[in-house]
């Protein structure tokens, strides 16, 4: 009964309904990948760990933090990993060129779900337009002139309610998603800075991170 009744209005909103299912069909699939992103973003980060790999910074045992980020896929440890190893070239360079990897990744076709919420709504106006011009072709037929003049207002309001309703659903997880990007590039800042101004501190007790970045990748010889 149900989906009888989703057909049938359907087949009233008229043609234009195709393009908007197409969108509606590709929204889904993008807010469900990006969800699942997030949720395997959130299921690697170790915050324990984290604050192992600060202890170690601050007492200057590269080699452990090093080893600790090698070990876990949370995406602070990795970009740590890569400022430890390319010390000798630019540490802050390095950190943040993975840190920039990380939120291209996070960002990822957020755009489509951007550019959907402005076209359903275009879409369901084009069928706004169209169905009521359909209805004014009827105007002079009075045998004819009820029936299709509610059938294209009808059809104008189906594809006026869903363009609008595709747009709501987007617009939704859209901003949801942007908050997280937004968080997640705030929080990789903050690591990046601490995580520096640690080094630098372990520096000052004679600890040298090109030293070890030299270690693990020596330069090439001239």
Known sequence: MLANSVLEIFHDGGPIMWPLLATLVLALMVIIDRALWWFGHSARLDAKARSQARDFL????????????????????????????????????????????????????????????TLAPLLGLMGTVTGIMQSFDFVGDEALAA?????????????????????????????????????LRSHLERWINHSELLIQSAGTHGHDVNAFAETVHPKPAE
């Open 58 to 117: 601050g007492r200057g045992d590269f080699a452990a933090a090093h080893q600790l980020g090698k070990s876990h896929r949370d995406v602070f440890l990795i970009a740590l990993t890569q400022g430890l190893e390319n010390a000798h070239t630019s540490l802050l360079a390095a950190m943040q060129l993975e840190a920039e990897h990380e939120l291209e990744r996070a960002e990822a076709r957020q755009w489509i779900l951007g550019t959907i919420i």
């Open 147 to 183: 029936s299709k003049v509610s059938g294209g207002i009808a059809e104008a309001l189906i594809a006026t309610a869903a363009g609008l309703g595709i747009a709501i659903l987007c617009l939704l997880p859209y901003n949801y998603f942007r908050r997280r990007v937004q968080a």
